[in-house]
């Protein structure tokens, strides 16, 4: 394997590349969009030289939710749309990792939707993915909250009744959300751009990721793939910048990511895709540095974890 400078971290006396993160080999089908999220995960986390122990991924159920298993850090693979509290939990108490949370659209936008909300406005500091494949992918092309409205699908064959969910609009309006933005997965440079961006951000960076699943949803991101000319790229000089992307994707819009009115009306107009920094406001408030909880040694913390299953042992 090539690895480049960018994608070689060095700490210390430890150095660290793609094969440093390398988990489980992935059993997602071939040609799913995940295997390309997962290669420009692993690239940010050589590039920021984050050591695998000190770096965990969250994650519910279903496809994308396999994340963890894949990459050699710590790893949380919970219940279906508990990632988000599962991770703040660990925030929370150990500041000191770095903490990632993969979600699928099922998983954040339906049955994990309160804790999404919540998540939001506690604007604890983590990086959280949604890989958005518009359908439930393993449990076998049902509705999901983003399926399109008239796609067929097995449970609702005559095609989804109601239009689909917009996550990026719907996080733009909850009450102290401080980093949004949209990547695709056929678009690595950009995607690349947009986790660092998201990692650097101090606070909750919800980051949906368009994800091709072409062995159910086939069709729905065909077009913004082969016709780069439909893709709106937001651009700004305190936005994402790729000079690659950028000769790539022409139809640039202007946009301030400090605005979040003008960020707002972007992501409700769905007549275009659009790729970018939709909005970051690094001094929103943080829960987790306004009820900082005091660090513990390891024997304190296992004391306080035997005193806890004591109380519930019969
Ligand atoms: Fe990826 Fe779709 Fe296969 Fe799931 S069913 S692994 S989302 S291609």
Redesign the pocket.
């Known amino acids: 394997m090539s690895i480049s400078l960018l994608e070689c971290g060095v700490v210390g006396e430890r150095e660290y590349d793609l094969s440093s993160y390398e988990g489980s080999v992935a059993?997602?089908?071939?040609?799913?969009?995940?295997h390309g999220i997962l290669t420009a995960v692993q690239r940010l986390l050589a590039g920021e030289s984050l050591d695998p122990e000190q770096t965990v991924f969250v994650s519910g159920i279903?496809?994308?939710s396999?994340f963890p298993h894949y990459l050699s850090t710590y790893g949380f693979h919970g219940l279906h749309g508990r990632a988000l509290p599962v991770a703040t939990g660990i925030k929370m108490t150990r500041p000191d990792l770095h903490t990632f949370v993969v979600m699928?659209d099922g998983d954040c936008c339906s049955i994990g939707a309160g804790h999404w909300m919540h998540a939001t406005r506690y604007n604890v500091d983590m990086v959280a993915l949604l890989?958005d494949?518009n359908?439930y992918?393993?449990t076998?092309k049902q509705t999901s909250p983003t399926t399109p409205q008239g796609f067929e699908s097995n449970t609702q064959p005559r095609g989804s009744y109601l239009p689909a969910l917009n996550p990026v609009s719907a996080t733009l309006g909850i009450t102290n959300a401080s980093f949004v933005a949209q990547s695709a997965d056929w678009a690595p440079a950009h995607l690349f751009a947009t986790l660092k961006a998201a990692y650097a951000h101090p606070g909750f960076a919800f980051v949906r990721i368009l994800?091709?699943?072409?062995?159910?949803?086939v069709d729905v991101f065909r077009d913004a793939v082969q016709q780069p000319q439909l893709t709106e790229l937001l651009i700004h000089p305190d936005g994402i910048r790729e000079p690659d992307v950028e000769a790539l994707y022409k139809n640039h819009v202007e946009h301030d990511p400090s605005d979040l009115d003008a960020a707002r009306s972007l992501a409700e107009d769905t007549s275009a895709v659009r790729l970018g920094l939709f909005y970051r406001d690094a001094s929103r408030p943080r829960y987790d540095a306004i009820r900082r909880v005091p660090p513990r040694t390891a024997e304190a913390r296992m004391a306080l974890l035997d005193e806890e299953l004591d109380r519930h042992a019969v």
């Open positions: 059993r997602w089908c071939s040609g799913c969009g995940d279903g496809c994308s396999r699928g890989l494949n359908i992918g393993l076998k994800q091709r699943c072409p062995v159910w949803t």
